[in-house]
């Protein structure tokens, strides 16, 4: 980056959550000062979740008791948005087969639709998002509903979610299995990469620019592709370097940080991919069976550099270091082979 700040060229900053703001229930480093600094500088921010399992009410309520100060119309969750296409699509009082938390039902309640949980009370439509508690009875009951004509949507298809221990099975992997038992796919899927949630985010722009900020190429940073929005990856939660460099054209964001720091801190941000394949001190080149980088400089720089190589040329095989600072810049990257 040069010495603008990134920042500074958005009118509306959208962040995800989970990974990127919080991981479960703690406020990751550096997100509580990052918000206030966006607040006092009198930024809009925005908050995008697929995580169905709160209403944006508590959402809000979560985020400031971590010091993050939030309103509920800041927050657009897709529990709420797969419900309001439901309720846009349904007579009022036509029965939903719920399968996911209480929020979800709520939702479903809220927009003038009634929340059931069998096949047996006839349900026109299947909602599902994810629910800790959901299990097997949950998705067979989902199963008679669809084969029955009951239209499926998903309020997002997200694989994993973040953890302390590491990724756990998301909504998506729920979905996939109701989907292998069904052998076909939901109607609809609300949440990102789908992108209403961004594109609705944005109109509050006033005119202005949007990025959005994320820590998922799959979610975050396809939605907001989608969206025709410009988008940050922090390396704060599940995409790591080595996913970056494999990433197809629809998962590539526009820049990369190790975290929040990259919206304030020219130095803590890159744009990928690089301009040329000698970027920072940096150079990489390719042989049959593996890619070499030599040289020296940021980590985020040799990163962006091998992006533009990855998503230009494809090389097979591993990345080496043809120079100890590019060992030590591999190591800091995840990328050491």
């Known amino acids: 980056?040069?010495?603008?700040?990134?920042?500074?060229?958005?009118?509306?900053?959208?962040?995800?959550?989970?990974?990127?703001?919080?991981?479960?229930?703690?406020?990751?480093?550096?997100?509580?000062?990052?918000?206030?600094?966006?607040?006092?500088?009198?930024?809009?921010?925005?908050?995008?979740?697929?995580?169905?399992?709160?209403?944006?009410?508590?959402?809000?309520?979560?985020?400031?008791?971590?010091?993050?100060?939030?309103?509920?119309?800041?927050?657009?969750?897709?529990?709420?948005?797969?419900?309001?296409?439901?309720?846009?699509?349904?007579?009022?009082?036509?029965?939903?087969?719920?399968?996911?938390?209480?929020?979800?039902?709520?939702?479903?309640?809220?927009?003038?639709?009634?929340?059931?949980?069998?096949?047996?009370?006839?349900?026109?439509?299947?909602?599902?998002?994810y629910g800790p508690q959901v299990g097997w009875a949950d998705l067979a009951e989902a199963a008679v509903a669809v084969r029955a004509g009951a239209t499926w949507v998903a309020t997002n298809t997200d694989r994993t979610l973040p953890s302390g221990r590491g990724p756990l099975p998301g909504n998506g992997a729920l979905v996939a299995a109701l989907a292998t038992a069904l052998g076909r796919d939901p109607d609809e899927i609300v949440g990102k990469p789908a992108p209403?949630?961004?594109?609705?985010?944005?109109?509050?722009?006033?005119?202005?620019?949007?990025?959005?900020?994320?820590?998922?190429?799959?979610?975050?940073?396809?939605?907001?592709?989608?969206?025709?929005?410009?988008?940050?990856?922090?390396?704060t939660g599940v995409s790591d370097a080595a996913e970056l460099l494999a990433a197809p054209a629809e998962r590539r964001p526009t820049y990369v940080s190790w975290d929040l720091t990259g919206l304030f801190d020219p130095d803590s941000v890159v744009r990928v991919p690089a301009a040329d394949a000698d970027h920072g001190g940096w150079q990489v080149t390719t042989g049959t069976d593996e890619w070499r980088l030599s040289g020296s400089g940021r980590a985020l720089d040799a990163l962006a550099a091998l992006c533009a190589v990855a998503w230009h040329s494809h090389p097979a095989g591993p990345v080496r270091p043809a120079s100890p600072e590019a060992a030590q810049a591999l190591k800091k990257l995840g990328l050491a082979a």
């Open 1 to 129: 980056m040069s010495g603008d700040r990134l920042v500074d060229g958005y009118a509306l900053v959208v962040f995800d959550l989970d990974g990127v703001i919080y991981l479960i229930d703690q406020p990751i480093p550096g997100a509580v000062d990052t918000v206030a600094r966006l607040h006092g500088e009198g930024r809009a921010v925005a908050y995008a979740t697929n995580n169905a399992s709160r209403r944006a009410a508590d959402v809000a309520d979560l985020l400031t008791g971590m010091g993050v100060p939030a309103r509920p119309d800041e927050v657009l969750t897709s529990a709420a948005a797969a419900a309001q296409l439901l309720g846009e699509r349904l007579p009022t009082g036509a029965p939903v087969l719920v399968v996911g938390a209480e929020a979800l039902r709520t939702e479903i309640s809220d927009v003038g639709l009634t929340p059931v949980a069998t096949a047996d009370e006839a349900p026109v439509a299947v909602i599902q998002g």
């Open 196 to 235: 209403e949630l961004f594109a609705t985010a944005a109109r509050r722009a006033d005119g202005g620019r949007t990025v959005v900020v994320g820590d998922r190429l799959d979610t975050d940073i396809e939605g907001a592709n989608r969206a025709g929005l410009d988008s940050l990856l922090v390396l």
